[in-house]
């Protein structure tokens, strides 16, 4: 739930209202609001909770054949855990919605690390590695790319 006013980081001390909004907190709340409308697993579903202590809360929620994770650090500490693969199934990735992050499995663990008063969504994706057909398609495209210099090249030297 974002309050009226969050936009513009209201805080209730300041008597004298100041409209202008904070650019990262917009586009912050932005990426919130785009995440919520596009992933229903964050709006509906089964509540799992995975880790909670001293200010650190990490849970799942999940609809359908979507999982969102999602960890929450309300200390002012960087809080880095190990959340077991038995908790998301192994060969899962999750993907960062609001910082970017990328998590892979790594001896039988998923690593997080939040700062402190942080928070970041996930969403948990199978791992299927580098597939071969994207490794010769970003391989093609140069030598195509190449190939149709060389002729353009070659003809309009032939024509002039």
């Known amino acids: 739930m974002i309050d009226y006013g969050s936009e513009i980081a209201i805080t209730g001390d300041d008597p004298m209202m100041d409209f202008r909004a904070d650019p990262d907190l917009i586009e912050f709340i932005e990426k919130l609001g785009r995440a919520r409308n596009h992933y229903l697993s964050l709006t509906r579903g089964d ?17 359908k054949n979507e999982t969102a994770f999602i960890a929450l650090n309300n200390t002012s ?22 910082n970017n992050d990328l998590i892979k499995e790594q001896n039988g663990n998923y690593p997080l690390s939040i700062n402190g008063e942080e928070s970041e969504i996930y969403i948990v994706r199978d791992n299927h590695g580098l597939k071969m057909l994207n490794v010769i398609v970003i391989i093609a495209i140069p030598i195509v790319f190449l190939i149709l210099y060389f002729y353009i090249w070659k003809r309009g030297k032939n024509n002039g």
């Open 47 to 63: 509540f799992t909770l995975l880790y909670e202590n001293e200010g650190m809360a990490v849970y799942t929620r999940s609809y």
């Open 77 to 98: 500490e960087k809080q880095e855990i190990l959340i077991p693969t038995d908790k998301l199934g192994s060969k899962k990735q999750l993907i960062g919605l609001v």
